[in-house]
């Protein structure tokens, strides 16, 4: 199945990157919340796909109506992962598709067109970036660890969300070496995978946005949880925390 997966997602990156290097019309589904043609065409083309292709699946997607779609044997698909770095020419956007098979991960493969950035997994298999293995970072010092987070769409309306986020890097900043925030969801998620960063956090997630990434961290030695430290549930969590498995701990009592 994975091949197959990886085969029809490198066709839709053509899609994204023809997008990427065009002049695009951009609609807005909230007020920083981004959907341009090309969100709705690589979804087209993923869904249409996967459905002729794996008919034992349900297709659960960022720009479709999901209402009547339960999550159990699903693939979820979020067709362009950094849409806001995708209209402003900013390389750290990519497709993401998680399978899961009766609500547990199964694979999990995130593809950046741009920088022609495969990241793959499968469990019990290890996670790849174009073939290579990945491998979590072993740094366990917080002070040496670099952090990545991402600001939620609701910061220009919701006070709390954005004091919350506001406070937490106050505390986290001057603990760490540095944090890093790169507007895709999945490649942070991805770059912890590799060893780039140790850690990352993020409130108001949708489960496209992460279901992918977190087979592939999981795959490469990695540890994510909820908010509390407690196991991370798709489509429920408001945060997400994510790390080497070292500075885990650190970075949750920091957090709270």
Known sequence: MKEKLIEIIKEAGTILKDGYFSN????FKAKK???TKYDVAVENFLKDKFTNEFKDFNVIAEESDNSNIEFNDSIIVDPIDGTTNFVNQV???CISVGV???KKPYIGIVYNPILDELYEAQIGQGAFLNGKKLEVSK????EKSLVATGFPYSNSTNQDDLN????????ILPQCQDIRRLGSAAIDLCFIARGTYEAYYEMNLKAWDVSAGIIILQEAGGKFTSLDGSNYKLFEDKYIVASNGLVHDELIKLLN
Not at 24 to 27: D, M, P, T
Not at 139 to 142: A, D, P, V
């Open 139 to 142: 740094e366990n010092n917080f």
């Open 91 to 93: 390389p750290h956007t």
């Open 33 to 35: 919340d981004l959907v």
């Open 164 to 171: 919350d986020v506001i406070e937490k890097i106050r505390t």
């Open 24 to 27: 695009k019309e951009v609609n």
């Open 100 to 102: 899961y098979k009766g």
